[in-house]
């Protein structure tokens, strides 16, 4: 069975109290959020792809940028993120994994490719610490910037005799990609005796790319992720839907934006002190192009509170014809983490990121989660100033046969 706390609260005596659980079976949980979402995703997802049935044919997608796994952490476990997304590269592999930071983060990357290919990245996470639109906290928003340069060819032209007429050398293409995401607590979830809090989150995306300095398109797409966290029993569920939108057209034809459905698994292990063990498995699925990959890994890391702490991660993807093994490595002291990992494919072409974390600002739990105690009388009033009552006046003694004023038998607003 699976019980479902609702937000909602109930007085009693002056008191407050959370409302009686709501127990449903585990065929029904999915009808009060998760069927919810899936509508909403699918709705939007038909919305903006109407004109798709028209569109290429599967198999051609455009933008390979958003297929690229990012952020040298993830990076390091073959990119089975979704049920980790703990930092803001969230957003492109879970946008619901925004809501589990607690501390403002801003980060940097720089890919190096085959020849002359890079990516650069840049991002920012803002925890926020008003309840939310479900009011229950743990809100966060989040923005970053992809650009990436496809290297340059050379074009050579010819006269009509076949003579060469003149050569240069132009970008053979670049894309940019700016998102905007933000996530939420949305309840909390008993699963066969395990509590998980549940989390959501959405992600928009501006995509605009060209192809030898003189074509270039644009197009708008939505990413959706939901994330089960149970910090009891160190294990993590998600799963997302990505780069839903419309295509992306060049001339006349039009391809299809590389749609990617991912759920994945996390499990926490602390195996001795300072020492922690994450064992992670996820599964895509590639909309267009008709492919399954799977992903796994595990992430070491030593380390205690204050002091430096070390990562080394590893892992595989198979299934595709571009799968392969990867491995890296972080290093993190105080508010600084440096992350790095080289993954390798089947056709032996090697990828090399490094990223610069920076972390500042840490938001305290009680204000970051919504406390239902913290619910006042006045809804004028913060949600975060505790509903105290003044103490009992004291007054001086009194003589025998004087009469004065006394304490209230029980203390209250004026």
Same mark, same amino acid.
């Given at each position: 069975?699976?019980?479902?706390?609702?937000?909602?609260?109930?007085?009693?005596?002056?008191?407050?109290?959370?409302?009686?659980?709501?127990?449903?079976?585990?065929?029904?949980?999915?009808?009060?959020?998760?069927?919810?979402?899936?509508?909403?995703?699918?709705?939007?997802?038909?919305?903006?792809?109407?004109?798709?049935?028209?569109?290429?044919?599967?198999?051609?997608?455009?933008?390979?940028?958003?297929?690229?796994?990012?952020?040298?952490?993830?990076?390091?476990? *073959?990119?089975?993120?979704? /049920?980790? $997304? &703990?930092? !803001?590269?969230?957003?492109?592999?879970?946008?619901?994994? %925004? #809501?589990?930071?607690?501390?403002?983060?801003?980060? *940097?990357?720089?890919?190096? /490719?085959? $020849? &002359?290919? !890079?990516?650069?990245?840049?991002?920012?996470?803002?925890? %926020? #610490?008003?309840?939310?639109?479900?009011?229950?906290?743990?809100?966060?928003?989040?923005?970053?910037?992809?650009?990436?340069?496809?290297?340059?060819?050379?074009?050579?032209?010819?006269?009509?005799?076949?003579?060469?007429?003149?050569?240069?050398?132009?970008?053979?293409?670049?894309?940019?990609?700016?998102?905007?995401?933000?996530?939420?607590?949305?309840?909390?979830?008993?699963?066969?005796?395990?509590?998980?809090?549940?989390?959501?989150?959405?992600?928009?995306?501006?995509?605009?790319?060209?192809?030898?300095?003189?074509?270039?398109?644009?197009?708008?797409?939505?990413?959706?992720?939901?994330?089960?966290?149970?910090?009891?029993?160190?294990?993590?569920?998600?799963?997302?839907?990505?780069?839903?939108?419309?295509?992306?057209?060049?001339?006349?034809?039009?391809?299809?934006?590389?749609?990617?459905?991912?759920?994945?698994?996390?499990?926490?292990?602390?195996?001795?002190?300072?020492?922690?063990?994450?064992?992670?498995?996820?599964?895509?699925?590639?909309?267009?192009?008709?492919?399954?990959?799977?992903?796994?890994?595990?992430?070491?890391?030593?380390?205690?509170?204050?002091?430096?702490?070390?990562?080394?991660?590893?892992?595989?993807?198979?299934?595709?014809?571009?799968?392969?093994?990867?491995?890296?490595?972080?290093?993190?002291?105080?508010?600084?983490?440096?992350?790095?990992?080289?993954?390798?494919?089947?056709?032996?072409?090697?990828?090399?990121?490094?990223?610069?974390?920076?972390?500042?600002?840490?938001?305290?739990?009680?204000?970051?989660?919504?406390?239902?105690?913290?619910?006042?009388?006045?809804?004028?009033?913060?949600?975060?100033?505790?509903?105290?009552?003044?103490?009992?006046?004291?007054?001086?003694?009194?003589?025998?046969?004087?009469?004065?004023?006394?304490?209230?038998?029980?203390?209250?607003?004026?």
């Amino acid at each position: 069975m699976i019980e479902w706390y609702s937000g909602k609260v109930v007085k009693r005596g002056g008191g407050v109290r959370r409302r009686p659980a709501i127990v449903v079976s585990l065929l029904t949980l999915p009808l009060y959020h998760f069927t919810t979402f899936c509508l909403l995703t699918l709705s939007l997802y038909h919305f903006t792809t109407l004109p798709l049935s028209c569109a290429s044919s599967p198999g051609i997608t455009a933008v390979p940028i958003l297929q690229i796994p990012i952020g040298s952490r993830a990076a390091g476990i *073959a990119g089975a993120f979704t /049920g980790v $997304a &703990d930092d !803001a590269f969230a957003m492109y592999y879970n946008p619901a994994g %925004l #809501s589990l930071l607690n501390s403002q983060e801003s980060t *940097a990357q720089y890919i190096k /490719g085959l $020849a &002359d290919t !890079a990516m650069e990245f840049a991002g920012y996470v803002h925890p %926020l #610490s008003f309840p939310g639109i479900s009011e229950r906290g743990h809100a966060s928003v989040a923005a970053s910037v992809l650009f990436s340069q496809n290297g340059k060819i050379e074009i050579n032209r010819t006269n009509a005799d076949g003579s060469l007429r003149d050569s240069r050398t132009v970008s053979a293409g670049s894309d940019l990609v700016g998102s905007l995401g933000y996530a939420e607590k949305m309840g909390d979830v008993d699963l066969f005796g395990t509590r998980f809090s549940l989390h959501g989150g959405f992600a928009g995306k501006y995509i605009q790319t060209s192809l030898v300095q003189t074509y270039n398109a644009s197009a708008a797409a939505l990413d959706a992720g939901l994330l089960l966290n149970s910090r009891q029993k160190g294990l993590r569920f998600g799963a997302s839907v990505l780069n839903m939108g419309k295509p992306v057209r060049f001339i006349e034809k039009a391809d299809p934006l590389p749609l990617m459905l991912k759920a994945g698994a996390s499990y926490l292990h602390q195996i001795g002190r300072g020492q922690n063990l994450r064992l992670v498995l996820q599964g895509d699925y590639f909309y267009y192009e008709k492919q399954t990959e799977v992903a796994g890994g595990f992430e070491y890391s030593y380390g205690y509170e204050r002091e430096a702490t070390v990562a080394i991660r590893a892992g595989y993807r198979g299934l595709n014809d571009v799968a392969g093994l990867s491995f890296g490595f972080g290093v993190q002291y105080e508010m600084i983490q440096m992350d790095y990992a080289w993954s390798l494919s089947r056709d032996l072409s090697d990828m090399h990121l490094v990223t610069l974390t920076y972390r500042i600002g840490a938001i305290p739990e009680s204000k970051r989660g919504y406390r239902l105690e913290y619910r006042l009388k006045s809804p004028s009033r913060s949600l975060e100033e505790p509903t105290l009552r003044k103490p009992p006046r004291r007054t001086k003694p009194q003589a025998p046969g004087k009469k004065g004023k006394t304490s209230p038998l029980v203390p209250g607003w004026d």
